[in-house]
Nanobody, 114 residues
Framework: VQLQASGGGSVQAGESLRLSCAASGVIFSTSVMGWYRQAPGKQRELVAK???????NYVDSVKGRFTISRDNVRRTVWLQMNSLKPEDTAVYYCTTQRSGMDYWGQGTEVTVSS
């Protein structure tokens, strides 16, 4: 399983970023895809996840600002992040599961300055 994440960067508060994650080695159309993040000194937390048919869930702190989406043909999942806040600063990881094991991408860093 390979998960290639991209799209991070440094932005000002209130701006937007879109993260992408291209997946291989899994039956993508039936795989739940997720985005986690880990801020400095904090535990990794689930930000959003989406099922193969597009049902999405979000952590409360990003509801209304972030949108997770996917394209099963392109085997890609996105995380559109709007109205970014300094507390969104973290390394963001794409994740999925196969045969009961968790797989993680390499992480992409998001820095939001006030």
């Amino acid at each position: 399983v390979q998960l290639q994440a991209s799209g991070g960067g440094s932005v000002q508060a209130g701006e937007s970023l879109r993260l992408s994650c291209a997946a291989s080695g899994v039956i993508f159309s039936t795989s739940v895809m997720g985005w986690y993040r880990q801020a400095p000194g904090k535990q990794r937390e689930l930000v959003a996840k989406i099922t193969g048919v597009g049902s999405a869930n979000y952590v409360d702190s990003v509801k209304g600002r972030f949108t997770i989406s996917r394209d099963n043909v392109r085997r890609t999942v996105w995380l559109q992040m709007n109205s970014l806040k300094p507390e969104d600063t973290a390394v963001y990881y794409c994740t999925t599961q196969r045969s009961g094991m968790d797989y993680w991408g390499q992480g992409t860093e998001v820095t939001v300055s006030s």
